[in-house]
């Protein structure tokens, strides 16, 4: 029988207290203008901005960061994610011959900037195919979506990531931060799963709990933070093994000298291990689909050890 308004106070599922959205509309429905309710310290505390953003409260506002981005991911069936890191300097290939006749005009070391970013197009390509086969895929397993496309939400290597998955008809996950200049989420993000972030630290964190495969292609520091924070995790043991996808072999050993680092002694030889080297979006799922024993279609193989 269903409950009417004299019988609801006595069904033992009901929540006894009332809903802080439901306080809060009691809040605004009383006729109550006086000094003391138009003073800040009556307001609830949940809804009082100035309150919520004081040195003090820090702490909450980590817990909330936290919090959010766990509650959408789980409702939106995210089991792991495909995560790409990458610069947001590169320009997607169609932009580069504009780009190239630009620099005919500009200073010698200007010029060399410009052709170098655009020599590195081909991976905004990689980035977009890589992201785009795995979308494709559709891999669900107990009803949980996998490898759903991450990126940093903003533009370049980032953008290509949640294009390649918006193309292929799926969904795409971009974690954006607020910074000191603007940086927009890309128009490619799935808009409900569009987060954005003031703490890196809590970022980083949301980027790596559902990881199960990261790309790494040409990038600047932040790009560097997020692979080093990564391997670092992997090698002391903090985080299980993932495959760690470097993709431009020429560029990170040029800028990084990963066999140098080892024959200092600072690293184990077998921490390179950590690394897989890839140059195509096919290089990319072969590595994923080896590590977790997948068939190319993405369904779970027979047997890991053949």
Same mark, same amino acid.
């Given at each position: 029988?269903?409950d009417s308004?004299?019988n609801?106070d006595?069904d033992?599922k009901d *929540?006894k &207290? *009332?809903h802080a959205?439901?306080?809060?509309?009691f809040?605004d429905?009383?006729? @109550?203008?006086?000094p003391?309710?138009?003073?800040?310290a *009556?307001r609830?505390a949940f809804?009082d901005?100035?309150f919520?953003l004081?040195e003090?409260?820090?702490p909450v506002?980590?817990q909330?960061e936290?919090?959010k981005?766990t509650? !959408?991911l789980?409702?939106a069936r !995210?089991?792991s994610?495909?995560v790409?890191?990458?610069?947001?300097?590169i320009?997607?290939?169609?932009?580069?011959e504009?780009a190239?006749?630009?620099?005919e005009?500009?200073?010698d070391?200007?010029?060399?900037?410009?052709? @170098?970013?655009?020599a590195?197009?081909?991976?905004?390509?990689?980035a977009?195919r890589l %992201?785009?086969m795995v979308?494709?895929k559709?891999?669900?397993?107990d009803?949980q979506?996998?490898?759903v496309?991450?990126?940093?939400g903003?533009?370049?290597?980032m953008? %290509?990531? @949640?294009r390649g998955?918006s +193309?292929a008809g799926g969904?795409?996950i971009?974690?954006?931060i607020?910074? $000191?200049?603007?940086q927009?989420?890309?128009p490619y993000?799935? $808009?409900y799963l569009?987060l /954005? &972030?003031?703490y890196f630290?809590?970022?980083?964190?949301?980027?790596l709990?559902?990881?199960?495969?990261?790309a790494?292609?040409p990038?600047g &520091?932040?790009?560097?933070?997020?692979?080093f924070e990564l391997?670092?995790?992997?090698?002391t043991?903090?985080m299980?093994?993932? $495959?760690?996808l470097?993709?431009?072999?020429d560029?990170?050993?040029? !800028? !990084?000298?990963?066999e140098?680092i080892?024959?200092?002694?600072?690293?184990s030889?077998?921490?390179l +291990?950590?690394?897989t080297? =890839?140059?195509?979006a096919e290089d990319?799922?072969?590595a994923?689909r080896?590590? *977790? =024993?997948?068939k190319? /279609?993405g369904? %779970?193989g027979? +047997?890991? +050890?053949a």
């Amino acid at each position: 029988m269903a409950d009417s308004p004299e019988n609801e106070d006595h069904d033992l599922k009901d *929540y006894k &207290f *009332y809903h802080a959205d439901m306080e809060a509309g009691f809040a605004d429905s009383l006729d @109550n203008d006086t000094p003391q309710t138009r003073h800040p310290a *009556y307001r609830l505390a949940f809804r009082d901005e100035d309150f919520l953003l004081r040195e003090e409260l820090r702490p909450v506002r980590f817990q909330l960061e936290l919090l959010k981005p766990t509650m !959408v991911l789980d409702e939106a069936r !995210v089991g792991s994610t495909l995560v790409m890191y990458g610069s947001a300097r590169i320009p997607p290939p169609e932009s580069t011959e504009a780009a190239l006749e630009q620099a005919e005009n500009l200073p010698d070391d200007e010029a060399l900037v410009v052709r @170098n970013l655009a020599a590195k197009a081909k991976y905004y390509a990689e980035a977009y195919r890589l %992201a785009r086969m795995v979308t494709e895929k559709s891999i669900v397993e107990d009803g949980q979506r996998q490898f759903v496309v991450t990126s940093g939400g903003g533009p370049s290597i980032m953008e %290509a990531a @949640n294009r390649g998955a918006s +193309d292929a008809g799926g969904e795409s996950i971009g974690l954006n931060i607020i910074l $000191p200049h603007e940086q927009a989420p890309n128009p490619y993000v799935t $808009p409900y799963l569009s987060l /954005n &972030f003031h703490y890196f630290a809590l970022r980083k964190m949301h980027f790596l709990i559902r990881a199960r495969a990261v790309a790494v292609f040409p990038g600047g &520091f932040g790009t560097f933070d997020e692979m080093f924070e990564l391997l670092t995790l992997i090698q002391t043991g903090k985080m299980k093994r993932i $495959p760690v996808l470097l993709f431009g072999k020429d560029f990170w050993n040029r !800028v !990084v000298n990963f066999e140098a680092i080892a024959e200092e002694g600072t690293i184990s030889k077998k921490d390179l +291990d950590l690394i897989t080297w =890839c140059e195509t979006a096919e290089d990319g799922w072969e590595a994923i689909r080896e590590f *977790y =024993c997948l068939k190319d /279609n993405g369904a %779970a193989g027979m +047997d890991c +050890d053949a």
